[in-house]
Nanobody
Framework: QLHLVESGGGLVEPGGSMRLSCVAS????????MGWFRQAPGKEREAVSC??????KYVESVKGRFTSSRDYAKNTVYLQMNSLKTDDTAVYYC???????????????????WGQGTPVTVSS
């Protein structure tokens, strides 16, 4: 069974940085495409980044500011967030079995397994 646990969220000032971690268990990271998503208060969950076998993709709103990576030895994926804005405030979720070959709006699908999320608040 795929199990994901995110950590690293909290409060940060605008312009600051934060790194999120997602530890995977019950499966081997190398065999799955992974994704980062977020859900702001009162809004639908949206895609942030997709870590596929062919490479890593980002949605336009975070390009140049966010960097995703994965450590197969630790079975962990990361999301490094720089130049944070108040609009980045959301609960951030890690997901497994994301189809990175599809457009970002299709990354959320019934086959995806989710972590519990970690809240990120960008505020002064």
């Amino acid at each position: 069974q795929l199990h994901l646990v995110e950590s690293g969220g909290g409060l940060v000032e605008p312009g600051g940085s934060m790194r999120l971690s997602c530890v995977a268990s019950g499966f081997t990271l190398e065999n799955y495409s992974m994704g980062w998503f977020r859900q702001a208060p009162g809004k639908e969950r949206e895609a942030v980044s997709c870590l596929g076998h062919a490479g890593i993709k980002y949605v336009e709103s975070v390009k140049g500011r966010f960097t995703s990576s994965r450590d197969y030895a630790k079975n962990t994926v990361y999301l490094q967030m720089n130049s944070l804005k108040t609009d980045d405030t959301a609960v951030y979720y890690c997901a497994a079995n994301v189809d990175c070959a599809t457009p970002p709006y299709a990354w959320i699908n019934p086959d995806v397994s989710w972590g519990q999320g970690t809240p990120v608040t960008v505020s002064s």
